[in-house]
T-cell receptor
Framework: GQQLNQSPQSMFIQEGEDVSMNCTSSSIFNTWLWYKQDPGEGPVLLIALYKAGELTSNGRLTAQFGITRKDSFLNISASIPSDVGIYFCAGQLTGTASKLTFGTGTRLQVTL | SQTIHQWPATLVQPVGSPLSLECTVEGTSNPNLYWYRQAAGRGLQLLFYSVGIGQISSEVPQNLSASRPQDRQFILSSKKLLLSDSGFYLC???????????FGPGTRLLVL
């Protein structure tokens, strides 16, 4: 079955630093999604990518859809304390009910 | 705008008792609906998805079942809970093309 490898598993950074995380897949996806989950809450969609090579920004967040369609990365610039949480990538094949395959998550801790 | 609700937020149940978790979506028609389970510190596992009333697809064999009695209502059930059913249960919806999924706030279930 499809698997998503997400790295790093966890990160401890200082406020103001930039962050980079990525996902790689054994299969090709048509869509890449990045979510953030705060403790005890549901994941919130950050960025959606629909085309190979696409680079999309949302405020301090930038994500790219890899050319091979088997990978994606997420960058966070100038991190702030509220960036703390777990970040998940998810790949999707277009079609009826398009099921998501999730990465294992990157736990981000930001120190002052 | 669309909103998704889950009820209850937290539930503590004894082993062997029944379960019923409810998910409702507002502001959209004929959504695709999904049930996920998230073990502590882990990624999301898709349990069921539905593309319409009465249409349920199961992803993994388990002690749970799902039903969709109305267009915007998705219910997760069990006749007899197991200890291993403990976890964080998330409902999500997407448009009929399944382009992106949006998650509810989740239900934390503890089986004792």
């Amino acid at each position: 079955g499809q698997q998503l490898n997400q790295s790093p598993q966890s990160m401890f950074i200082q406020e103001g630093e930039d962050v980079s995380m990525n996902c790689t897949s054994s299969s090709i996806f048509n869509t890449w999604l990045w979510y953030k989950q705060d403790p005890g809450e549901g994941p919130v969609l950050l960025i959606a990518l629909y085309k190979a090579g696409e680079l999309t920004s949302n405020g301090r967040l930038t994500a790219q859809f890899g050319i091979t369609r088997k990978d994606s990365f997420l960058n966070i610039s100038a991190s702030i304390p509220s960036d703390v949480g777990i970040y998940f990538c998810a790949g999707q094949l277009t079609g009826t009910a398009s099921k998501l395959t999730f990465g294992t998550g990157t736990r981000l801790q930001v120190t002052l | 705008s669309q909103t998704i609700h889950q009820w209850p937020a937290t539930l503590v149940q004894p082993v062997g008792s029944p379960l019923s978790l409810e998910c409702t979506v507002e502001g959209t028609s004929n959504p695709n609906l999904y049930w996920y389970r998230q073990a502590a510190g882990r990624g999301l596992q898709l349990l069921f998805y539905s593309v319409g009333i009465g249409q349920i697809s199961s992803e993994v064999p388990q002690n749970l079942s799902a039903s969709r009695p109305q267009d915007r209502q998705f219910i997760l059930s069990s006749k007899k809970l197991l200890l291993s059913d403990s976890g964080f249960y998330l409902c999500a919806w997407s448009g009929t093309q399944g382009e992106t999924q949006y998650f509810g706030p989740g239900t934390r279930l503890l089986v004792l």
